[in-house]
Nanobody, 122 residues
Framework: QVQLVESGGGLVQAGGSLRLSCAAS????????MGWFRQAPGKEREFVTA????????YYADSVKGRFTISGDNGKNTVYLQMNSLKPEDTAVYYC???????????????WGQGTQVTVSS
């Protein structure tokens, strides 16, 4: 079992920055990928980025490439999502997720956090 707890959401003006955190516990995650997804009202949950603990590599959706950066701290079992140049269309509930292998499909992730709200005002 893996437990995930997100934090760091909030309200920010367009062009601003936020950093989300996802603290993981329950098992070793070295073979796992940590994903961030988001869901806006009335829309499906969509892939944002994923992080490989084994090689530190990040994968990004085109909509956030160059603005968002994912990173991990092994000692704290925590993944961070640094979001810069935020746009109103980034407004959503952001969820952290984990699975043993890379995927952009939310249906393939077994472990999820509770979500954190990000609101970007224009």
């Amino acid at each position: 079992q893996v437990q995930l707890v997100e934090s760091g959401g909030g309200l920010v003006q367009a062009g601003g920055s936020l950093r989300l955190s996802c603290a993981a516990s329950g098992r070793t995650l070295m073979s796992y990928y940590m994903g961030w997804f988001r869901q806006a009202p009335g829309k499906e949950r969509e892939f944002v980025t994923a992080f490989s603990w084994s090689d530190g590599r990040g994968y990004y959706a085109d909509s956030v490439k160059g603005r968002f950066t994912i990173s991990g701290d092994n000692g704290k079992n925590t993944v961070y999502l640094q979001m810069n140049s935020l746009k109103p269309e980034d407004t959503a509930v952001y969820y952290c997720a984990a699975r043993p292998g890379y995927s952009r499909n939310p249906d393939e992730y077994a472990y999820w956090g509770q979500g954190t709200q990000v609101t970007v005002s224009s």
